[in-house]
């Protein structure tokens, strides 16, 4: 049971331009939620985070978006640089757990 | 450099053999995880510690895993009798829990296990 989705298994943007990465959750109880960075041969690296009472955080050029209706959050990274390739996941955790539910990831590789 | 460390980086071994991986977290992290990651998957929840405390597991964890904190410091993650199934990346992370909401993890390299 995938209680976290990506959907997109990989995403290739050009320099410069938005790279949008989606996640979609089914379990409501999710309340914290969460975008790691991950390169070959490293372990995954924070990059933002959001709880579920906002709709959107942001830090330099990375935002979140979260949707709970639609149960659905998103990660916007602008402008998009070569740097930022590597496979992003999202996850999620329920109120006082500390375990992290993690999606597939999306492997972003950004163009020159 | 005072991340998490894991070691070793790679073990290769046989069917049925034990391995033991030890996770060295941030020196001032009271709390310790360790997940698991198989290829095209995220990492998924195996255990965590809050100091030396082992408060939760996951079904993940069969009979034959077992993890130790025993200072509350650095960890070991046991696996006796080896199947083919247990390859994957073994992934430590560490927070400090400090009563606030969530705390950040932070991850380790990771141990990649084979097992032949």
Known sequence: DQQVKQNSPSLSVQEGRISILNCDYTNSMFDYFLWYKKYPAEGPTFLISISSIKDKNEDGRFTVFLNKSAKHLSLHIVPSQPGDSAVYFCAASEPGAQKLVFGQGTRLTINP | ?116
């Not at chain 2, 997940?35 to 996951?58: D, I, M, V």
């Not at chain 2, 696996?79 to 009563?99: F, H, K, N, P, V």
């Open chain 2, 1 to 116: 450099d005072t991340g998490v460390s894991q070691n070793p980086r790679h073990k290769i071994t046989k069917r049925g053999q034990n391995v033991t991986f030890r996770c060295d977290p941030i020196s001032e992290h009271n709390r310790l995880y360790w997940y698991r990651q198989t290829l095209g998957q995220g990492p998924e929840f195996l255990t965590y510690f809050q100091n030396e405390a082992q408060l939760e597991k996951s079904r993940l964890l069969s009979d034959r895993f077992s993890a130790e904190r025993p200072k509350g410091s650095f960890s070991t993650l046991e696996i006796q009798r080896t199947e083919q199934g247990d390859s994957a990346m073994y992934l430590c992370a560490s927070s400090l829990y400090s009563g606030t909401y969530y705390n950040e993890q932070f991850f380790g390299p990771g141990t990649r296990l084979t097992v032949l």
